[in-house]
């Protein structure tokens, strides 16, 4: 019909026409999907190639690190050390004279502290005396010993004529007796025949003392041994006392403490008044000299040994570069010299690595004067180059 409207759908141009259209629709989504591909391929890469250099780079920085590094060992297991002298007294007495404080400087030689030296004193003044009444002694037994060598011969031949001189009175007596008895008795007296036999009595009798005498005499060579041996007895006297006396002088020293080389006083515990007694701990003299011990681990000991340089930092001077050089390896572990070594043979084993201590001795960059303290941390870097 004529009024009616003409049909879209029926129209073969019009079908055409959205053919086309849903065809350049499709194209264009096409193309924004394709060049969506596109865009997105480059941007995928480059996460990749950035982490490609980076491990590229780590790769070369390790490599440079391990090229630079390989002959070096070190270990923070380190720890300074010295020596540390312990003064103590060798004589009791209270300190009269104290010339330290706490970590002063001090120098060989100079007095430090006293102890007060009277009753030292006292004893010396004594072993002096006794020393010079031995030695007056000892020159008496002397002079007694020269005049035994004199005395003891003269005195036996003395003793032998008087023995001689009493047998022959003896003889004239017992003469004038026999005579006496032998005569008429109307011939002599009572008086005679009395005397006579009185003085052959007497004369007896002293021949038997002449002959004690010359047996007392006789003794030349015990007399002497005796005057001898009284000799050596206050010569030895005389030395005893001798050592007595040095031993009163040394005492005597002994109450003046002084330093026995350069350091500084640390852990002083006297004070003027102080009672001292023998062996009491009075204050530590650490010597400026310091060395550092390095507890390496005994896998690390391979390529080490004496003379390698060795570079030190110390924990509590950041700033301070040390040199120095090993001077000794320990023969042993630290362990193997403690109290309790382990027992492996026993039980279960766990294998622990142990540490040698290495001793390391600074060359450089230390005031000697002033040294470091004992026993703080510090690292070591030996090369073992």
């Not at 031993?247 to 109450?255: D, G, K, R, V």
Request: with cysteine; net charge neutral.
């Amino acid at each position: 019909m004529k009024g009616d409207k003409p049909d879209k759908s029926s129209d073969p141009g019009s079908d055409n026409k959205a053919v086309e259209d849903d065809q350049d629709k499709g194209d264009n989504k096409d193309d924004k999907k394709d060049g969506g591909e596109n865009n997105d391929k480059p941007k995928s890469r480059w996460p990749l190639i950035i982490l490609g250099i980076v491990v590229l780079l780590t790769i070369v920085v390790c490599a440079i690190y391990w090229f630079l590094t390989r002959n070096l060992v070190s270990t923070d297991d380190a720890y300074t050390d010295g020596r540390s002298i312990s003064v103590a007294a060798k004589v009791a007495g209270y300190v009269t004279v104290l010339n330290i404080d706490d970590n002063v400087t001090v120098r060989a030689g100079a007095l430090l502290l006293k102890i007060d030296p009277r009753d030292y004193l006292t004893a010396r003044d004594q072993a002096r005396a006794n020393l010079a009444l031995a030695e007056a002694q000892l020159s008496a037994a002397k002079i007694e010993l020269e005049e035994t060598y004199i005395r003891a011969p003269a005195t036996l031949l003395q003793a032998q004529a008087q023995l001689k001189q009493a047998e022959v009175n003896q003889k004239n007596a017992k003469l004038n007796f026999d005579r006496q008895q032998s005569v008429d008795p109307r011939a002599t007296t009572k008086t005679n025949v009395d005397q006579s036999i009185a003085q052959f009595r007497g004369n007896v009798a002293l021949v038997d003392s002449a002959r004690a005498q010359v047996e007392i005499a006789g003794l030349v060579k015990q007399s002497i041994q005796t005057a001898v041996e009284t000799v050596h007895q206050r010569e030895a006297q005389v030395d005893q006392n001798r050592a007595a006396l040095a031993q009163a002088e040394i005492n005597l020293s002994y109450t003046e403490i002084r330093a026995a080389q350069d350091g500084k006083i640390t852990m002083r515990n006297v004070e003027r008044g102080t009672y001292a007694q023998v062996g009491q701990q009075l204050f530590y003299l650490v010597t400026p000299l310091t060395w550092v011990v390095a507890n390496y681990k005994e896998n690390q000991l391979a390529r080490m040994h004496v003379d390698q340089p060795v570079s030190i930092t110390v924990d509590a001077y950041p700033g301070l570069k040390l040199h120095g050089h090993i001077d000794s390896i320990q023969q042993g572990s630290g362990a193997q010299f403690s109290a309790f070594p382990a027992e492996n043979a026993t039980g279960n084993f766990v294998k622990i690595v142990r540490r040698i201590p290495v001793k390391v001795v600074i060359d450089s960059g230390l005031d000697m004067a002033h040294g470091l303290p004992l026993g703080i941390s510090v690292n070591t870097t030996v090369n073992v180059k």
